[in-house]
């Protein structure tokens, strides 16, 4: 799961959280502000791709190389599937 690839993102949803209880007012602060949503979002995705390339560097480590001198696509499922939580599973 990606809290696993980052310590502090079980902290963050905690806070994320109590903020969304606390002071829902800050859901429509982001929804008026375009440049604010916009940065939130770039955040938001930036952290994603970091904790999926790091788990694909977890994974590379892992997986030994069979065909070339490197792994290839092992690693590219593992840290894409553990990457993003394995969101879209299960497919029903």
Do not use: W
Request: glycine letters at 10%; one cysteine or more; a negative charge.
């Amino acid at each position: 799961p990606v809290n696993l690839g980052q310590d502090s993102y079980p902290i963050a949803i905690f806070i994320s959280y109590m903020l969304h209880t606390y002071f829902p007012i800050l859901r429509e602060v982001i929804g008026l502000s375009a440049i604010f949503k916009g940065s939130v979002t770039i955040l938001y995705e930036t952290f994603r791709a970091f904790v999926v390339t790091k788990l694909t560097l977890a994974a590379a480590d892992a997986i030994p190389p069979s065909e070339f001198s490197f792994p290839v696509f092992g690693p590219i499922f593992c840290g894409s599937i553990g990457g993003c939580g394995g969101a879209f599973l299960p497919f029903h």
